[in-house]
């Protein structure tokens, strides 16, 4: 009889312990996302493109044959570097010719100038002399320019942007050698949508990033809104300027731009998909405490994209449930996915 009573006791502790182990319950994976307060939740972003702060199309001013290009596309240059010569040997000869002619004439005048000054001249002859010193100064003016202007001379610090002829070349007067591009400091274009560009002032902060430099981040200024609106696209062109004294950033140079404006404060915004509702309109969102998740009423605002901002409910900081929360109630153990 204790045999049985023994053997039953044995039953029951093990129908006990495999209804211990069948009501324990499996962590649920579930995605999170951390809230932050943020100034940039009314900013806008845009596609930006670095252009150089001015450029210069570079020609000579004479007619000649190309006999040097000393620098490539690419070339960093400093003010007054020599970027390409023309054949001077006839504007050389000219330049001697008319030396000789103003030499000539300087000579003849002082050798008059006494007589004049003796009354023994003519005033008809002292006037000619003159005026033939004149034409031969400027003579010898126009001949020096044009020897002078056989060289070209880069008019500011740059990079050469395009090189547009060559060695062996005739270039003509007026006609582009090579483009110089002034990077010291440089311009972000992007495009602003018409419903978006009010929101853009002079004293808007302007935050870009770069991704061919190491996704640098930059802080621009000097606001340009453009007046005139692209017909297809409904957009306005804005600029602003980068200082760029390490030359770093190159014209066309694509960029992320993000727009603030001057008085934005800080806000809580959270995805869209975290907010649940309840059968009374209620909204409320699981929010990560230690191992589980509470319930926690909040109060939202305006849209911003896929998120929206929350008034009253959550902190800064707090880890709200966003994905994996259909099978979620209160006190449900989680872990992170």
């Known amino acids: 009889m204790k045999r049985v009573f023994f053997l039953a006791a044995l039953l ?4 006990c312990s495999s209804s211990e182990t069948s009501s324990t319950v499996t962590p649920l994976r579930v995605g999170t996302y951390v809230a932050e307060s943020r100034e940039d939740i009314n900013s806008g972003i845009y596609v930006g493109v670095i252009e150089e702060e001015a450029s210069a199309a570079l020609s000579f001013p004479v007619a000649g044959t190309v006999i ?30 008319a030396k000789a002619t103003l030499e000539q004439a300087r000579d003849a005048s002082l050798r008059l100038q006494q007589l004049y000054d003796a009354e023994s001249l003519p005033e008809i002859q002292w006037v000619e002399a003159q005026t033939r010193l004149q034409q031969a100064e400027s003579a010898f003016g ?12 880069a008019p500011f610090d740059g990079v050469v942007g395009q090189k547009r002829a060559a060695v062996g070349e005739t270039a003509l007067p007026g006609a582009p ?7 010291g400091q440089v311009k972000v274009r992007f495009s602003v949508p018409e419903l978006e560009i009010a929101s853009i002032g002079a004293d ?47 014209p066309g140079m694509v960029c992320r731009v993000t727009a603030t404006p001057a008085m934005a404060v800080e806000e809580v915004a959270i995805p869209v998909r975290a907010i649940q509702q309840s059968g009374d309109g209620s909204r409320f ?8 998740v509470v319930r926690a009423e909040v109060r939202t605002g305006r849209f911003v994209g896929n998120e929206v901002v929350v008034e009253s409910g959550i902190r800064p900081g707090d880890r709200i449930v966003t994905d994996g929360m259909q099978k979620i109630g209160q006190g449900s153990k989680v872990v992170l996915q």
């Open 142 to 153: 126009i001949a020096d320019k044009n020897l002078k202007d056989c060289r070209l001379y």
């Open 285 to 292: 969102v699981w929010r990560v405490q230690g191992d589980s």
């Open 177 to 183: 050698v090579l483009t110089l591009l002034g990077i």
């Open 68 to 97: 040097a290009l000393p620098v490539e596309e690419g070339t960093r240059v400093r003010k007054g570097q020599l970027l390409a010569e023309l054949d001077s040997t006839s504007a050389r000869q000219t330049y001697e010719a």
């Open 12 to 15: 029951l502790a093990g129908g």
């Open 204 to 250: 808007s902060r302007i935050r870009v990033i770069i991704p061919a430099s190491g996704d640098s981040v930059h802080v621009a200024g000097g606001i340009e809104k453009g007046a005139v609106a692209n017909p297809a696209a409904h957009t306005y062109d804005v600029r602003a300027t980068l200082d760029n004294r390490d030359e770093t950033l190159l």
